[in-house]
Structure formats: structure tokens, C-alpha cells
């Protein structure tokens, strides 16, 4: 298949060379799905050693001489490849940097170290005890610090970091995003608060649901998407809800079920179904090679995101799924699909990034940015985490967490290391800037109206989904979008549903 889009005959040794690599890319994110999903809690240590044995084994192949002598003759005839062939190069340059920079003893003490990890944060959240935690994520945040040095960087030792999950990204990209978000949302955010179109709270979110009648629901919604369950994917119940891509003919999502504020529940599922739409739309000419995957975080999220929210969270969907939520939860008989609108778009200061909406979400994220930077430099020492947490949150988003659970141990990311949170702003400003540009080519919103997501995921799948890794990040954009990221997108798009007509 991949013979098709790989012409040069160099390339095709190369990528011929990497397969086992890819073979054990599979293989660990399998596991990684089991660990959250069917493992028993002490299988916890044997995993992780296996798992490190198993990343050892794919660095040794990215280290060979005879790889880098391939991939440094493909290089010397660069001008000659054509777009598949020069990603390929690219995203093999990153891995075997990386490879090559991180020493394997390092590399088998992080796997062991973050697979044991997430046991231990399941437990800590579970009894609200960062103490639990405490040595894990100090050991951790060694690790990364080890990370950045061994990788390089320019600026911020953070640099690092943040381009292990958003290739090219940086501490003066995020601060100039966050430059322009920050106060632009605090003053959607002040007047949201001032004029009370959008409820602090709904009746809804402290009404009981039946986990079978939930989960019934959110299978009929991921039907509506087509998302094709047994076929090529799964769809399962985790702790924190995640999607695995083992190829791009077995992917995975999961949710969870709180029994009660039924919107979680239903919005985690859209949320993941988004990301795994786009390992399923990625070309079936690049299965088999590592540019079967998404490119990046941020371009991951902007997917989950688009759906979750612009799609999930606006009054033509509320007004098309209602009956098919009905259905299922006869409660919501008693509301109109105008009250649902609004119970999907509470708008006020929340203490979990999950729940949080559209208008504070980013400020969330902005808290963990910081805090990171922070904790890679040393200015924030892990015992001063939670209360440093407190305020800086109280300051940000207006409230002070009360437990462990609802601050420092919120989210299970820093079991598995630091420098993916920025993800989640980049995602919702490609999802708005996305959003500008798709409502030029299509009526948008009768297509959600009459339930035809078609034109919709053909759209994502031509302008994001099926280049996989091919293109980096801000390339990918370019060549989409013909413009970079940019955040005034996503004040636009929440100006005008929070403060519009």
C-alpha cells in the first residue's frame, strides 16, 4: 500500500527498515490502552518494564548506523522527493534525534517510572491524597528536566517539551497565544457573567441517569456520526476518557459514567469520537509507516475539540439530537431543546478543565502552562505544587479548590510527563479557525440540522485527516488554511455565540 505514495527506491528500504518500529508503536499502544482500561492495578511494574524493553528495542533501530546512512542519502537527494517521501524523512530526523539524545537507562526509568505512575495517580485522586502522587511526579519532572537538557533547546528549557507533542511549537508562541486569549476572554467572560443569558448552573446537572439508558445514548450518537464500532474501532469505559490509535483500522475511544449530569457523559464521547475520526480519515497509502498517525497534539485536539464544541455544543445540534436524547433519558422530556442549548452551555468559574466551557476552558489551561514552566525551572518545588495551584487558579478563574482532587490531582497528565497542555488551546483555536473557513464552502449549519455529517467529515478528512504526519504542524495549516494560527478566531467565534443575538 505505502508503495504507492514512497517512489524513490532509497525511500522504500527506509521504510521498509522503520516497520518494526511502527510494528512496536502498535504494540506499546496497546498496552497503554490496556493499562487504563483491563489491567488488573498490580500488573502495574511488570508492565512498565516491559513496555521500557519494548521503547529500548525501537531507539536501537532508530540508532542504527545503517537507518542513518540511509536516511542521510535520501537527504542529499531531498529536491528529488516528492511530499510523502520528504515527511517521512522529517518525522524520522525528529525520532531519531530524540533517540539518539535520550540514553536508554533514562528511557527505561521513564516508562517504568510514568506506567507506575498512572496506577498511583488513580489512587491519590481516588482518596484526594497528593501525597500519593508526590514522589512519582517529583521523579517525573526530573526526568523531563534531564529531557530538555538531553534534547536541546534554544530559548526555555521548555521548549523541549512543548515540541515533543506540537512539532515546532514554543514558550514565545504560547505566550503570544495566551497574550491575545487571556484578557480577550475575561471580558467575554465579565459580560457573559453581567448580562445572565448563560446559567451558572442547570437543574439538569444534578439529575440522575441510568448508566445503561447514557450509554445507549452515546452509541446512537456515535451511529449518527457513522463512527464504525466492531469494524474498525472500540468503544469502552476509562477513569479519565482517552482515544488509542492501534492503526488506522483499530481505533479506540473511551468515557466514563458519574451517574448523574448527563452532558459529561455524552461530551466526552463526541470529544473522543473527534479524535478518532482522524486516525480513521488518515490515507490508507501511509498504513504500515510511522506517518499514520496525526501530526501533532494541537492538530489532534483541534479535531475533538471541533466536534465537542462547534459542532456538539451549538443550537442547531441541541435542536437536531433532542429527540434521539429524549428517547434515551426520558427526564428530558420535561425541557425544550432551546433549555437543552442552554444546560449544555453553563457558562461559569469550574474547578475541573473536563467540565469547564467554552469561555473559561483556556484560562485552565493557561494555569497548567505556567505551572509547568515553573516546575521545569525549579521556581515551583513539588511540595509548594497544591497550594501554588490554589491560588494562582483562585486568581485566574475566580474560585479556590478545597481537595487535592480538585486542583493539583485533577488531571492524569503528569503521570506520563510534561509539556502536552498547550494542546488543548492550540485545538480550539485551529477548531474556530477551521470553523471560518469550512462555512465558506458548505451551509455549515443544515448539515448538522438535518443530521449529514458527510460533507463535514469529507471536508476534515481533505483538509487535516488524511495527510497524517506527512505535513508539520504550521505547514499543515498553511497549505489548508493559507494563513498560521491565529487566536482572534477563537475570541471571534466566542463573541459571537456568547454575546450575539
Keep these: 500500500m505505502s508503495q504507492e505514495v514512497f517512489k524513490d527506491e532509497n525511500i522504500r528500504k527506509i521504510v521498509e527498515k522503520v516497520r518494526t518500529v511502527w510494528a512496536l508503536d502498535i504494540a506499546d499502544s496497546l498496552m497503554g490502552w490496556d493499562i487504563e482500561v483491563l489491567m488488573p492495578q498490580e500488573g502495574a511494574t511488570e508492565r512498565g518494564i516491559a513496555r ?14 545503517e537507518l542513518r546512512s540511509l536516511v542521510e542519502e535520501a537527504e542529499r537527494n531531498i529536491e528529488k522527493l516528492n511530499d510523502y517521501e520528504r515527511g517521512l524523512i522529517r518525522v524520522l530526523k525528529r525520532r531519531i534525534k530524540i533517540a539518539t539524545a535520550i540514553p536508554e537507562e533514562v528511557l527505561k526509568e521513564y516508562v517504568k517510572t510514568t506506567s507506575e505512575a498512572t496506577i498511583q495517580w488513580r489512587i491519590a485522586r481516588s482518596k484526594s491524597e497528593y501525597g500519593i502522587f508526590k514522589p512519582y511526579l517529583e521523579k517525573i519532572v526530573d526526568l523531563m528536566r534531564k529531557f530538555a537538557e538531553y534534547l536541546g533547546y534554544e530559548e526555555h528549557p521548555y521548549d523541549a517539551l512543548l515540541d515533543l507533542y506540537e512539532e515546532g511549537f514554543r514558550t514565545r508562541d504560547a505566550d503570544k497565544m495566551f497574550n491575545v486569549l487571556e484578557p480577550g476572554i475575561r471580558r467575554i467572560f465579565s459580560r457573559v457573567q453581567r448580562e445572565g443569558r448563560y446559567r451558572s448552573k442547570h437543574e439538569l446537572e444534578d439529575v440522575e441517569y441510568n448508566v445503561d439508558d447514557m450509554k445507549n445514548l452515546n452509541l446512537e450518537i456515535l451511529k449518527i456520526f457513522e463512527y464504525p464500532l466492531g469494524v474498525r474501532s472500540r468503544f469502552d469505559v476509562s477513569t479519565h476518557p482517552f482515544t488509542t490509535s492501534i492503526g488506522i483500522r483499530d481505533v479506540r475511544i473511551t468515557t466514563r459514567y458519574e451517574g448523574k449530569d448527563f452532558k459529561r457523559s455524552m461530551y466526552s464521547t463526541i470529544h473522543e469520537y473527534g479524535h478518532a475520526l482522524y486516525e480513521l480519515q488518515i490515507d490508507e497509502r501511509l498504513s504500515g509507516t510511522i506517518l ?56 461559569k468559574p469550574s474547578l475541573i478543565r473536563v467540565d469547564a466551557d467554552e469561555v473559561t476552558y483556556n484560562l485552565h489551561i493557561l494555569l497548567r502552562y505556567k505551572l509547568e514552566k515553573s516546575m521545569i525551572t525549579g521556581e515551583v518545588r513539588m511540595d509548594e505544587l497544591p497550594e501554588v495551584w490554589n491560588s494562582e487558579f483562585e486568581r485566574l478563574i475566580g474560585i479556590r479548590p478545597k481537595k487535592d482532587s480538585e486542583g493539583v490531582l ?16 492550540i485545538g480550539n483555536v485551529v477548531a474556530a479557525q477551521i470553523l471560518k473557513h469550512m462555512k465558506r464552502e458548505m451551509d455549515f449549519e443544515t448539515q448538522i440540522a438535518k443530521l449529514n455529517f458527510k460533507p463535514i467529515r469529507e471536508y476534515l478528512r481533505n483538509k487535516i485527516h488524511m495527510w497524517g504526519s506527512v505535513y508539520e504542524p504550521k505547514e499543515l ?8 494560527m491565529n487566536p482572534e478566531h477563537l475570541l471571534k467565534y466566542l463573541e459571537e455565540k456568547y454575546l450575539g443575538g
Design 477 to 484: 495549516l498553511k497549505r489548508s488554511f493559507n494563513e498560521e
Design 292 to 347: 499514520a498517525t496525526g501530526v501533532s497534539g494541537g492538530i489532534h485536539e483541534s479535531q475533538s475539540r471541533f466536534w465537542e464544541n462547534i459542532i456538539g455544543r451549538s443550537r442547531v445540534f441541541a435542536e437536531a439530537i433532542y429527540p434521539t436524547i429524549k428517547k434515551h433519558l426520558k427526564f428530558v422530556e420535561k425541557y425544550t431543546p432551546e433549555e437543552l442549548y442552554y444546560y449544555f452551555n453553563t457558562v
Design 410 to 425: 485533577q488531571d492524569i497528565h503528569w503521570s506520563s510527563g510534561l509539556g502536552s497542555f498547550c494542546n488543548y488551546t
Design 52 to 65: 521500557a524493553e519494548l521503547q529500548a528495542l525501537g531507539q536501537s533501530i532508530l540508532k542504527s548506523k
